[in-house]
């Protein structure tokens, strides 16, 4: 699976972004799929992760509220709506993919078995 994250940028405190993940392959609901964060001198940190099906959700407290993830496994796409950003939001973002089935918990980087390559989000004040 080759992962493909786009749509970040440059935004101002308050302000909205939607990033994309693009996935190769044929069995994209067989994956959950998640997207990371990593700020500048900081490990890399969950955000959110979407089951298979898009049913179910997960999302770190920090983000809860504000951001949203999704998915349309007909076009091998998930997404993470972003609002009320704050500067602290300010990291590259990754999307990862973590093979079904699985009983691992979502938010751990060393589950998921695929990254794309990370977008720049930067949060101004």
């Known amino acids: 699976v080759q992962l493909q994250a786009s749509g970040g940028g440059l935004v101002q405190a308050g302000g909205s972004l939607r990033l994309s993940c693009a996935a190769s392959?044929?069995?994209?609901?067989?994956?959950?799929m998640g997207w990371f964060r990593q700020a500048p001198g900081k490990e890399r940190a969950f955000v959110t992760a979407?089951?298979?099906?898009?049913?179910?959700?997960l999302y770190a407290d920090s983000v809860k509220g504000r951001f949203t993830i999704s998915r349309e496994n007909a076009k091998n796409t998930v997404y993470l709506q972003m609002n009320s950003l704050k500067p602290e939001d300010t990291a590259v973002y990754y999307c990862?993919?973590?093979?079904?089935?699985?009983?691992?918990?979502?938010?751990?980087?060393?589950?998921?078995?695929?990254w794309g390559q990370g977008t720049q989000v930067t949060v101004s004040s």
């Open positions: 990862a993919a973590k093979r079904l089935p699985t009983t691992g918990w979502w938010g751990r980087t060393l589950e998921y078995d695929y």
């Open positions: 392959g044929r069995t994209f609901s067989a994956y959950v």
């Open positions: 979407i089951s298979g099906d898009g049913i179910g959700a």
